[in-house]
């Protein structure tokens, strides 16, 4: 007679509602609405695969821990050559449930590459891709096999439940551009089943609803470490003018550009901000000649290589995240503004050449608005590259969005806290004002930038 030589003993089982706080992009594969689609259920509905979401849950583990060890490869399952064994965790696909949160809302949204020689559009460099936009709510059901000889499962699904309240799991594409961060709605409901006790086999096998009362997470013991060497940056810079990320109606009687929107609210994307990032890191590395200025940015922003001929296109992910900005109407208005180009020889319109943009404009007493920066595992000459970045920002030297030829996108410096390695320095308006000893500390990261270190 078989018998199992690490028999079950137990199930936990994890429920809730995820909150999405930021727009996701949880591409298909299909282009049909746009170049890239986003996933939908049998009914047309977003949806999270589960697949994708145990992934990043498995990714967002701490890399100190051992991933050959016994423990994680029975929670986690593993397979190699003719060997393999199935995970210990088990989820169902996250749906969307309308009843805990408003209708899903899909929007289009524009891309654009842009040459940093020219600071143009690439040639067919334009696209566009669906987003279902934030405040969507999926139900989450994660179901754990709990077995006698894995002492770890506990551990494992204890340091789940905190990297969600924490909000450190994004999912889909863009996540380093403020896209596909997840919350918690409510409390994540744990029920821990015993399979020694009858009870708890009874309730178990009735499923959902059975009055087994919800236990405390910490029952489940200590979660393992999740701290991470990383850099924080929040700035706040309040706008100076106006400010436009075009979107483009389909109606003949709408303008020809108009401010970006996400739900009820203007929105400076992440994806904006970080290619005005990009193009001025290039221009600092290569003002300052580093001769690891190009693996500096690649590392940093992510890459990707166009394939050649026979060979496939390598490609990384970035370690620079940048959240979106989000204006209200109680310090911004939308005008609409219209423009012409002139005929340079003859001085007078070009046939045809009429358009109107509606930018948005700060108001007299508009607040600041707060920029989120955040480097993995930074390096300090990676430090003193994004106080560089923070410095041409707070002057008005880098201007972010469309149009910045005539003025718009130009920030003033209010404020801004940095947190990195064991620093924790607070920026005020009148930056004279900050102590020495903080600015010998700030100037080590930049001496490390042009130092190549």
Not at 414 to 429: M, P, Q, V
């Amino acid at each position: 007679m078989l018998t199992d030589k690490n028999p079950i003993t137990g199930k936990y089982i994890l429920r809730g509602w995820l909150r999405a706080v930021t727009p996701i992009h949880m591409g298909s594969g299909r282009a049909e609405n746009s170049e890239m689609d986003i996933i939908r259920d049998s009914d047309g509905r977003p949806c999270i695969p589960a697949s994708a979401f145990l992934g990043v849950l498995r990714h967002a583990i701490p890399a100190a821990v051992d991933r050959e060890s016994e423990g994680f490869q029975s929670f986690w399952g593993y397979s190699r050559d003719e060997e393999g064994r199935q995970s210990g965790i088990s989820c169902r696909d996250l749906l969307l449930d309308e009843s805990k949160g408003p209708p899903a809302v899909v929007v289009l949204r524009d891309g654009v590459e842009i040459d940093n020689t020219t600071g143009l559009a690439k040639k067919t460099g334009k696209f566009d891709f669906e987003l279902l936009e934030r405040g969507a709510v999926f139900r989450l059901e994660i179901e754990v096999t709990r077995r006698e000889r894995d002492p770890d499962t506990g551990k494992f699904l204890r340091t789940i439940i905190e990297l969600l309240n924490q909000g450190r799991i994004r999912v889909g594409a863009r996540t380093n551009n403020g896209l596909g961060q997840l919350r918690p709605k409510g409390n994540l409901d744990l029920f821990i089943y015993d399979f020694a006790l009858k009870k708890d086999v009874l309730a178990w096998l009735k499923g959902p609803g059975n009055n087994h009362a919800p236990a405390d997470p910490k029952e489940l013991g200590e979660p393992w470490d999740i701290s991470r060497s990383k850099c924080f940056l929040t700035a706040r810079l309040q706008l100076k003018g106006s400010l436009v990320v075009r979107s483009y109606g389909n109606e003949p009687e709408q303008p020809d550009a108009v401010q970006l929107r996400s739900g009820p609210q203007w929105v400076l994307p992440g994806s904006s901000i970080k290619g005005a990032l990009r193009a001025r890191a290039e221009r600092i590395v290569n003002t300052l000649g580093l001769a690891n200025g190009r693996e500096l940015l690649r590392d940093l922003f992510g890459y990707v290589d166009q394939p050649e001929e026979g060979l496939e296109g390598a490609q990384k992910k970035g370690r620079l995240r940048v959240k979106d900005v989000y204006l209200d109407e109680q310090g911004f208005s939308l005008e609409l503004q219209s423009r012409i180009r002139v005929n340079r020889f003859t001085g007078g319109v070009q046939k045809g050449a009429l358009f109107d943009t509606m930018p948005v404009f700060a108001k007299k007493e508009s607040p600041p608005l707060e920029f989120t920066f955040e480097i993995d595992k930074p390096c300090p000459a990676e430090i003193g590259l994004l106080l560089l970045l923070l410095k041409d920002l707070w002057t008005g030297d880098l201007a972010v969005g469309g149009e910045k030829n005539i003025g718009r996108g130009v920030f003033q410096g209010k404020g801004a806290r940095i947190t990195a390695n064991g620093l924790d320095i607070t920026l005020n308006e009148d930056i004279s004002e900050l102590p020495e000893e903080n600015r010998k500390r700030l100037q080590e990261f930049v001496t490390a930038l042009s130092e190549g270190e």
